[in-house]
């Protein structure tokens, strides 16, 4: 067949395509209602709308048959950004396109079958120009939709982030208390909750990142905010398992230590809560990434302080500074207070004889000037030397 054949077919073809575009686009958005869920059972995109877009995405597309082309994808990538501006799934537009995709093929073979004459060049020269048209528009729709979806998570998460500040700080307006705050940010409006503060790797960077969706996944529900120095969040923990899952969490995730404060149940009380939790982390290290606020009253009451309790442990323990083994000494007496006083547990822990204990904590009361025997004295020594451990 001559290239002019080929040319006049072609042609035809286009001609008949472009004459069906309207009400191809009537049926290709009638399709789309009926064979994909989301656009029958959600109202975010009306059927006015799916038409005109179903409409302009074949018009486009049989444009494509004049030729190689420049494409205006205005269209297409407006057709993006709407549905991404409606929340319509990505992989749910897809499927519409696909949907187009077999609806635009039916007609041209319908065309090729009603002109029994329709040479073989001609409909791949049609075919190749359908498909570079479509892949120019998909390509065109989908950038507009991750661009308008990045810009929405962007002000969502800014969003969330002045909510949760607004919920932290006590901020409220008349249209927004504690309650209608913490119910646009997903968050149940009874508790018990804990506030959760970890420290951040470096400035402005997340200490536990992707922590809502992790907890989500354990229908856990928090909101979180990002400080210079501290991730903080509040969660939902309405179970002792919740709790259980979101301190194993934490510990899997941290790396810089975190810190828990105990359980309230009003949402008035988050500043409280906040503070603890701050204290808390203060009190983590390496041994102890994980600092509940009651679960660890002398490494919290070690750190609350940091100048002056320095000064009460330099003021206890000053006698032991030169000593050449304070080390040993330390260590014995941590072991020692870990087992509950028990010498012998201490010596098994510490692979030496209980007498070996015993000469060690005698030259600790020796040094300090105070006895393991008398309860004042003996609170003093395990303060200062865990103030000696969490400070130094």
Same mark, same amino acid.
């Given at each position: ?223 979180? $905010?990002?400080?210079? &120095? ?6 939902? %923990? *309405?179970?002792?398992? @919740?709790?259980?899952? !979101? ?114 904590? $005698?030259?600790?009361? &020796? ?6 025997? %008398? *309860?004042?004295?003996? @609170?003093?020594?395990? !303060? ?9």
């Amino acid at each position: 067949m001559s290239a002019q054949r080929t040319a006049e077919q072609v042609s035809l073809i286009g001609t008949e395509l472009v004459r069906r575009t309207e009400q191809l686009g009537a049926v290709v958005a009638s399709a789309i209602r009926d064979e994909v869920d989301f656009y029958r059972d959600a109202e975010v995109v009306s059927q006015d709308q799916l038409v005109e877009s179903c409409t302009d995405n074949v018009r486009f597309i049989f444009g494509g048959l004049a030729g190689p082309q420049t494409f205006d994808t205005t269209p297409a990538a407006l057709t993006g950004e709407s549905r991404a501006q409606s929340r319509v799934p990505l992989h749910v537009v897809m499927s519409a396109y696909r949907i187009g995709s077999h609806h635009i093929w039916q007609a041209l073979l319908d065309i090729v079958e009603a002109h029994g004459d329709i040479a073989q060049q001609a409909l791949l020269t049609v075919t190749e120009r359908i498909w570079e048209a479509q892949d120019v528009y998909t390509e065109a729709m989908t950038s507009g939709y991750r661009r308008r979806a990045t810009q929405q998570a962007v002000a969502d998460e800014a969003e969330r982030a002045a909510l949760t500040e607004a919920l932290f700080s006590g901020t409220a307006s008349a249209n927004h208390g504690p309650w209608e705050i913490a119910d646009l940010l997903g968050l149940p409006t009874r508790g018990p909750y804990v506030v959760v503060a970890a420290r951040t790797p470096e400035l402005g960077k997340h200490a536990l990142p992707g922590i809502v969706d992790i907890l989500r996944s354990a229908d856990i529900y928090s909101a979180w $905010r990002l400080l210079p &120095e501290l991730q903080i969040g509040i969660v939902h %923990v *309405p179970s002792l398992a @919740a709790h259980a899952s !979101l301190i194993a969490t934490l510990r899997r995730m941290s790396s810089h230590g975190v810190g828990v404060s105990p359980q309230f149940d009003a949402l008035a009380e988050i500043g409280t809560a906040l503070r603890y939790a701050r204290i808390a982390v203060t009190g983590s290290n390496a041994s102890e990434p994980v600092v509940e606020f009651e679960d660890s009253v002398l490494g919290i009451a070690a750190v609350t302080a940091p100048d002056v309790n320095l000064r009460l442990a330099d003021a206890v323990l000053g006698g032991l500074a030169g000593v050449a083994d304070i080390d040993l000494l330390r260590q014995t007496f941590r072991v020692w207070v870990g087992h509950r006083g028990s010498i012998p547990e201490a010596a098994a822990a510490l692979f030496c004889h209980p007498n070996t204990v015993r000469h060690r904590l $005698r030259r600790i009361e &020796e040094c300090t000037g105070r006895s393991i025997n %008398v *309860p004042l004295e003996l @609170a003093e020594l395990c !303060l200062a030397f865990e103030i000696d451990s969490r400070l130094r």
